[in-house]
């Protein structure tokens, strides 16, 4: 099963970027679906992007234009550019990867936009 390391979180001011990493390991990355979730307190965890293992990618509609999910299969990261962030983007941003009805998580990274 593979393993998932989040990093990149932080503390920015609105309008402000971030950029999250998710290094996968112990398995073969390039076969799994990854994507970006997030969870803010007392909201239920929510998809906030998805890459397909042929470079196909969806956002939700909150962070469309703003936010870009990609993959290097060579490093076995995905990432996550998070720009123009708002005060609700504030989340744990969690990675996951999907493989056959399979779900694995990071441990998750926290996101705090706020001035």
């Known amino acids: 099963q593979v393993q998932l390391v989040e990093s990149g979180g932080g503390l920015v001011q609105p309008g402000g970027s971030l950029r999250l990493s998710c290094a996968a390991s112990?398995?073969?990355?390039?076969?799994?679906?990854m994507g970006w979730y997030r969870q803010a307190p007392g909201k239920q965890r929510e998809l906030v992007a998805g890459?397909?293992?042929?470079?196909?990618?969806n956002y939700a509609d909150s962070v469309k234009g703003r936010f870009t999910i990609s993959r290097d299969n060579v490093k076995n990261t995905v990432y996550l550019q998070m720009n123009s962030l708002k005060p609700e983007d504030t989340a744990v941003y969690y990675c996951?990867?999907?493989?056959?009805?399979?779900?694995?998580w990071g441990q998750g990274t926290q996101v705090t936009v706020s001035s």
């Open positions: 996951n990867a999907y493989l056959v009805g399979v779900f694995s």
């Open positions: 112990g398995s073969i990355f390039n076969i799994y679906t």
């Open positions: 890459i397909t293992t042929g470079g196909s990618t």
